[in-house]
């Protein structure tokens, strides 16, 4: 009777402790062991994955069966070296039979890019008829506002509105596989802001969802041509977009992830007809500076002036050119059935957000790696100076009107700052420990509300009062494109980025009579 009285004493204990169902006690006696831990291993050089003895091998990401070559060129499956930079964030994969879930995953991250990597593999027998992945990676952070997000796919980056969604539709595999099956890896890339804000929201108050879809998509429209198997992924500017794009309407939508060999493949570099709708000259003014920036030459202005707002280039010390990857901002259209949609097994995948104050006894998997992520943030909003100045003329032979007199009207709109905004720039602490960072250029753009951009917004205009109609100034948008660069300590090649952010300006007019002329 004392025995089972203890035991009654024991489960009652338990219950109130950590407010469990009976049918829990089993699994919650002890608090500490609910983290579940997580195999390091060297996915470097790995030929295959950790798995419990008996299990059918499974090959990494990098070779054999399923692996990822055929969905992403080899500068990108080859980009996973410790020495530059990455390390492991989650790892499922064990030898231990009793932790080892079916489809696991693995997570990279890169100090000194910002970059998340999340690689996922389907063990799970999986049949289904697809053209399209599609990749969701959302932040819940309840009434916690984060800037974790912030970067992705954005053209410029606009910190008053908070991102807490990703969505993307990924490129056909390029060797002509079919993009859903099983015992397949997958790989979605990530690019995060720093905010060091992420310190003070309570651990599980803050969560990362990432899933992954599939869906028959037809046809897609970038800047109203169609675009068959390119590589990088198709993501939108806001939420939303691929909303109104499968709605027949005109979404906002980025070719993200681009690299230099895929932005060639993309069109003709001498004459400039490409396969996604960027005017002749747009797309050879992209690629001829895209060049020289991936063959490391990354002096001048290489950011608003070709549209490069948002985009990357880095060394490695395997490669023979530099990798580069740009994000191309378009306009989208797609169409295609939903009787063949759904989620992939297992999913979605929740995680905690590195960087919070994570107790070892939280329940679930916790980060190998810790620390608050990302590289920089615009901290605050920088504010420019507008100023129209009007002049009148009179003049004595309207070209319309021979021999009439008018008066003719100049406007001239200049852009003025104080001071250089690269003030406004926060750096992560745990970057700067291991890398020297230096801005090496900002510049001033504007960006119309059809979304072309203008590198020199100064700009005049120029109208009679008979005769000639006025061409009024563009409706601006004004943002700061900084060049950015991430320099490892340890003689790494280095990170150079571009990252744009939407800026506060002020507006002020004057007027001026001019002498006659004729």
Known sequence: MKHLLFVVLLVLTCSCQDNVSEGDVGMHLSLVTRAVSQDDFDWETADFMPVPQGMTPVNSPWIGAGSLIGSYDLDVVNDRKKSEGWVLLYNTFTTDATKFTPNPYFVLYNKYRGTMRIYYYITDSFITTSSNVIENLSLFSGDYNSYLLNYADCEAIDNSDIRTSIQRIQSKPLDGSMPVAAHRWYMAEYELAYDPEIANIPYDKIKLNFGLNYRNITEIKLNGTIVGDIEGTIGEQKKGEFVKAFKKETGKAVLSNVSYKALKALGDEKTGKNKIGLSNDTYKNLLNKAGSIASGAVGGVWGAAVGLLNSMLFGTKTASSTPFKANIHTNMEASGSVTNDGSMPSMPISMYVPGTDIPANAPGRLPLYNKILGVVKLDGRPCIDIHIHTTYQNRFDDPYCPGQIY??????????????????????????????ITVLNEEIFGITENGYVVSDPDMTTRYGETGTSRQPFPDFKYGVCFVIKVQPKDGTPATIFSKSFIIDNTVSTSTAWLPDAQ
Do not use: C, G, W
């Open 407 to 436: 008066k003719e009207t100049t406007e001239r709109l200049t852009v003025s700052q104080h001071h250089p905004f690269e003030e406004f720039l926060k750096f992560n602490p745990e970057v700067e420990k291991i890398a020297d």
